[in-house]
């Protein structure tokens, strides 16, 4: 049954959300399963930490083609989450489990309906096969569908084979992308370079596959068939390595079609209410607009200035004769354009920096000559960088104060403008500043809930904030919306109120994954001292962990990154333990269900008594199955020549729920608190011996338990002693070892997971 819990966020934890809110859904849907939707918090932009947000990317047109078919195919640098198409593609994963990469993030930004939607087709038709697609609803996202695509897994570093043996489910893949398009009649699709990513597929290839499968697709469909045909498919992506992969490869595959065009100058835009605003590379003098906004100096001096001097060199000395006497209209002198090509130009007067109130003056300026041009019935203007250049403005500064004039001025704007930034071509720097200001305009002004120009001018990120980090005008109240099934829901609540209300400046995460870090991770940790915590890292009796010491807020936010870098270090070796099973058993995905039993079922009434003797209350009994787990287990009991299996317990954390079924058992989920037979995966007989093996400390305590029965190959066993990593040798030949190890009659300690099969996930909470 799902359950929604809202958490109120004031005061500290408020702070703490701001700082880490997307690192903090991460987790929440790592840890528990459990769906986050934070309302009300504006986050910091950019944190100084080691989840660091990236600024918006501004939609880009790279290039694109005209195929045979009629169909455009075109390559641009954008944000999935926030573009504007019929369709997205999502990069799935077989479970539809969004806790990662792109799929985590189209997630986040459509809201819980999307994960929800997920869960109820894998609920009701199981898992969606490698090169499978699925349409389903958009939820929150800028677009009518989105299409959830499962590309193939690779290893880390594939080899030539295992790439030639993932090409065809790539093509596959691509090819149910197309086929749902002609499905649903969409008009556009955004596809991003699936698998090219958290799975491990070589981007050159993946391109070349992607590419060639979108041309051969609509060749061949116009050619053989009247099916429907979209408008347009649109190759997207974020970062500036893939679009340009895909750049490169559309320019090789489609060079034959009936045309292939550079993008390179096409425009950055965003539409704000009435106000149309284009940011572009260009000269000023040669823009055609109703209006051409200049930067005079006080003397009126057009030589003074590279904007003014380029100008003057187009218009004619004619204008610097009428500047001279012209009246000046608040920081507005107009002048005629003479050899210009515009109507009018406007030549504003701004302080220098280091002058009072120059930023305001600034903003008032571009405010003044948006007023004018619609007092004057003009249709557009173009402004340059104002301020950037001997007025000492910084280039970020100057895109901030400009961006948030033109958002004012679109909150009254009364008929269309077409407003234009343009950027000198080779001054690279500012163009950057203006496209991230752009990026968080079109952030806001994309999203179906801002209908109005007044709540993007809060996207930028120091204007018309408050200090608590609330948007003002109507904001919903700050909190956090848990959705998932009640005991998620319950779990997340308690760890989050020890995270952001109880904290006593100390949090301690104990994770034997910490032992997977690495030089980047060991990095982002050195970056997190930096922010005034203290960071130790500690290794006790088989466990584990990190204590992060420092205030309350920063010893949260700091222990929510650590959880994020855990949380990335959990996937990264569940995909990769993926790949070696694939490669045991030659198959081409790993597949797995948990089935919940029905209560009134012998499978769930035969374990009740045995589960009561311990104080546990039985609430839900998971049945496991997984054909690859299953079938690496009988390959064990072969070669162990062990034909009967015990059945044993293993209690396990929340979090590891989902990978044991996944994956398999591995050592780092459940560190016994005393290691006594060896450093391997421990499993008791009993459920009582499970409770004392597995003991939680008070602190630390939760409300549930979860308990794992297995099928355990124990074999020929010897007992164990601290600190083994391998079965001790039979005799005196090193490579003859025993199977498993004990300590006593109830615990068994074997070293490979495979000699272990999950066969039920048990729920339970404390009388």
């Known amino acids: 049954m799902t359950s929604k819990l809202d958490i109120p966020l004031h005061g500290k934890s408020l702070n703490i959300v701001r700082q880490c809110g997307p690192a903090l859904g991460e987790v929440l849907q790592s840890k528990f399963g459990c769906v986050a939707t934070i309302d009300g918090v504006n986050f910091e932009r950019d944190p100084s930490s080691a989840q660091k947000t990236r600024p918006p990317v501004v939609p880009e047109r790279r290039c694109d083609a005209t195929l045979h078919g009629g169909v455009q195919v075109s390559v641009w640098k954008a944000d999935l989450t926030n573009f504007q198409v019929d369709a997205v593609v999502n990069a799935a994963n077989d479970r539809l489990q969004h806790y990662g990469g792109l799929a985590l993030a189209l997630s986040i930004a459509g809201g819980p309906q999307i994960q929800r939607e997920s869960d109820d087709y894998i609920n009701k038709r199981g898992e969606l096969k490698t090169g499978n697609a699925l349409v389903l609803d958009a939820g929150s996202l800028p677009c009518k569908k989105i299409i959830h695509a499962v590309g193939p897994y690779l290893s880390k570093h594939p080899s030539k084979s295992d790439v030639s043996g993932a090409e ?59 099916g429907h045909l979209p408008k347009e498919i649109l190759l997207v992506n974020n970062d500036e390595p893939t679009v340009k992969e895909m750049e490169r490869t559309c320019r090789q595959l489609l060079a034959a079609s009936k045309s292939i065009s550079d993008a390179k100058t096409s425009t950055s835009t965003v539409q704000l209410g009435n106000v149309h605003l284009t940011l572009k590379r260009g000269k000023i003098e040669e823009q055609q607009t109703d209006v051409i906004v200049n930067t005079a100096s006080d003397d009126r001096n057009l030589s003074s200035g590279e904007i003014s001097k380029a100008l003057l060199q187009k218009a004619g000395k004619e204008m610097q004769q009428e500047i001279q ?60 960088a104002i301020g950037t250049g001997n007025l000492g403005f910084g280039k970020k500064e100057a895109a901030e104060i400009m961006s948030n004039a033109v958002a004012d001025f679109a909150q009254k704007a009364p008929k269309k403008m077409d407003v234009y930034f343009v950027i000198y071509p080779s001054d690279n720097d500012t163009f950057k500043a203006f496209e991230e200001q752009m990026g968080y305009l079109q952030k806001k002004a994309s999203h179906p809930s801002f209908t109005h120009a007044a709540d993007v001018i809060l996207s930028s990120p ?213 290691p006594a037979c060896g450093e391997g995966i421990y499993f008791a007989s009993e459920i009582e011996k499970a409770m004392e093996v597995w003991k939680v400390q008070k602190e630390q305590k939760e409300e549930y338990v979860y308990l794992v029965e297995a099928e355990v190959l124990t074999g020929n066993s010897i007992p164990g002693t601290p600190g083994l990593i391998l079965p001790p040798a039979v005799g005196t030949e090193p490579h003859v070892v025993y199977d498993s190890v004990s300590g006593g009659p109830d615990i068994s300690v074997i070293f490979s997971g495979y000699q272990a099969l999950p066969k039920y996930i048990i729920t339970c909470r404390m009388w």
């Not at 790539?170 to 370079?193: F, G, N, T, W, Y």
């Not at 051969?216 to 116009?222: G, H, K, L, W």
């Not at 280091?354 to 930023?359: A, T």
Request: charged share 25%; glycine share 6%.
């Open 168 to 226: 065809r489910l790539l093509e596959r893949a691509i090819v149910s992308i197309l086929d749902k398009v002609k499905e649903h009649r969409l008009q556009s699709v955004a596809i991003p370079a699936i698998s090219s990513g958290l799975f491990n597929y070589p981007l050159p290839e993946c391109a070349n596959t992607i590419v060639r499968t979108v041309k051969r697709y609509y060749e061949s469909s116009f050619s053989y068939s009247t």
């Open 325 to 384: 006497n012209a009246p000046q209209k608040g920081h507005v002198i107009t002048t005629k354009p003479y050899r210009l090509p515009c109507k009018e130009v406007y030549h504003t007067r701004c302080t220098a920096k280091w002058s009072d109130g120059s930023r305001q003056i600034l903003f008032q300026s571009v405010l003044e000559c948006l007023w004018q041009a619609t007092a004057d019935g003009h249709k557009s203007i173009t402004f340059p």
């Open 462 to 674: 120091s204007a018309f904030e408050h200090r608590d980090g609330v948007r003002g005008g109507g904001a919903p109240t700050p909190q956090i919306s848990l959705n998932g099934s009640e005991e998620t829901t319950r779990e997340a609540d308690r760890w989050l109120s020890r995270l952001l209300f109880n904290s006593s400046g100390t949090v301690v995460i104990c994770n034997n994954f910490v032992q997977h870090f690495g030089e980047q991770e060991h990095l982002q940790l050195s970056r997190l001292t930096k922010q005034g915590v203290f960071i130790e890292e500690f290794f006790e009796k088989g466990c584990a962990g990190i204590n992060v010491i420092g205030s309350d807020e920063d010893a949260a936010v700091a222990g929510l990154q650590v959880e994020a870098m855990l949380c990335k270090i959990q996937r990264d070796f569940a995909t990769e333990e993926e790949c070696t099973m694939l490669h045991a058993v030659l198959s081409n995905n790993v597949s797995f269900e948990r089935k919940t039993v029905d209560n009134s079922s012998p499978e769930f009434s035969d374990r009740l008594s045995v589960f009561r003797k311990p104080g546990l209350r039985m609430l839900k009994v998971d049945r496991v199955e997984n054909p690859t787990l299953q079938t690496l287990f009988d390959l064990k009991k072969n070669q162990l020549r062990c034909s009967t299996p015990r059945k044993m317990f293993q209690r396990i954390p929340a979090q590891f729920c989902e990978m044991v079924s996944r994956i398999g058992f591995h050592a780092e989920y459940a560190p016994p608190d005393e």
